[in-house]
């Protein structure tokens, strides 16, 4: 019998530490014209052990790629069907039947993400956000697959107001209300959860007389103490997530879980783009892999696993800006790594780099 309880106490523990433990996937972004085809693709991330993957269409050749392949998917919903999708819900029925139903369960798709980024869209899309959000919800219903496939939407950290200290994390005035609430009010009631995109690159580049780099990439550093509530940061990534999860309660949902649909770093960058280099890229993202798959939440969020898709898979050769635009990537489009990292917790123990792979 006691043998018994041991044996059960072992396996609820692991059960326990299974499901506090953060998860990292991965953007499979395309804007370039030299990339492999998606069936490679799928084997190379199955190599390096990647089990989630975000695209940012719905691609045929790339979810046919996917069925089959034991990785979770989040598709998405381009921010130019906003305005359909939140007109009439027979565009939705009809996106759900083309989209999802033809390769669902096949290929595992776990999200949709509606729309990207929609509040810094220069096409001013944002009043069409939320009732696309719900058109799509209640075309899954329709369809049974709600339960499976969350609906959710990629925010940037720049609708924050103010995001410091960490505890008076706000969103803009101008979007709470039209906007932020029935968002998060509609995630709650579908127990979904938001999707953000953080880069401490950004901030790093711009305030680089007062945040110190160790600070921006998971190295050892003296940490930031938030003088409200006397929380100590040591990563700029945990401090910019705890300002989402305050400026969430501050308007009263406080309990809504996250995603942070993209972060990373980039290998190279223009003179002006403090930072950008690959030693660095491998800092952060070797780093933040370390920090999601063996350590907890955050300071505000202990409990609260981390889940992190990060950008990219490729470098992207078409992708219009600065050069560190183009060089988000931890493969180079022949499947050669920019840099050495582990994506996987076996990596973690077993070794720094990452698979050679193909």
């Not at 972004?29 to 695209?55: S, W």
């Not at 719900?134 to 924050?160: D, F, R």
């Not at 930031?224 to 009263?252: C, R």
């Not at 800092?283 to 898709?309: Q, W």
């Amino acid at each position: 019998m006691a043998t018994f309880t041991l044996l059960s106490l072992f396996i609820l523990l692991s059960l326990l530490s299974v499901a506090h433990s953060g998860s990292i996937g991965i953007n499979y972004g395309r804007i370039a014209n030299n990339l492999p085809p998606p069936a490679q693709v799928v084997q190379l991330l199955k190599t390096q052990g990647v089990n989630r993957v975000k695209l940012y269409d719905t691609d045929s050749n790339v979810l046919t790629a996917l069925s089959g392949s034991n990785i979770s998917v989040t598709v998405a919903l381009p921010n130019e069907q906003l305005a359909d999708a939140a007109g009439k819900q027979s565009f939705t029925d009809s996106w759900v039947q083309s989209n999802i139903l033809t390769y669902y369960p096949k290929t595992q798709i776990e999200s949709i993400a509606v729309g990207n980024e929609v509040f810094v869209d220069p096409k001013n899309t944002t009043k069409f956000l939320v009732p696309a959000m719900k058109n799509m919800y209640a075309s899954l219903v329709k369809y049974g697959v709600a339960q499976s496939i969350k609906v959710s939407s990629p925010v940037a950290l720049s609708a924050l107001g103010n995001s410091y200290p960490s505890s008076a994390g706000s969103f803009k005035p101008d979007l709470v209300e039209p906007v932020i609430k029935p968002m998060l009010s509609f995630l709650k009631q579908t127990g979904s959860y938001l999707m953000v995109n953080i880069y401490p690159f950004f901030a790093y580049a711009a305030n680089t007389d007062t945040i110190s780099l160790d600070y921006a990439l998971f190295k050892d550093n003296k940490g930031v103490t938030d003088p409200n509530n006397g929380l100590v940061y040591k990563s700029l990534f945990e401090a910019q997530i705890d300002a989402v999860y305050a400026a969430m309660k501050a308007v009263g949902f406080g309990d809504v879980a996250m995603a942070v649909s993209e972060t990373g770093w980039p290998s190279k960058g223009d003179e002006n783009e403090a930072g950008a280099g690959a030693d660095n890229a491998a800092a952060y993202n070797g780093n933040l892999v370390r920090r999601v798959l063996t350590g907890s939440g955050t300071p505000l969020k202990p409990n609260e696993p981390l889940d992190v898709f990060l950008f990219a898979l490729f470098n992207e050769n078409q992708k219009p800006g600065p050069t560190s635009e183009r060089n988000y990537g931890l493969f180079y489009p022949n499947e050669q790594k920019v840099y050495d990292i582990t994506l996987t917790k076996e990596g973690l123990e077993n070794g720094p780099t990452m698979n050679n792979g193909r």
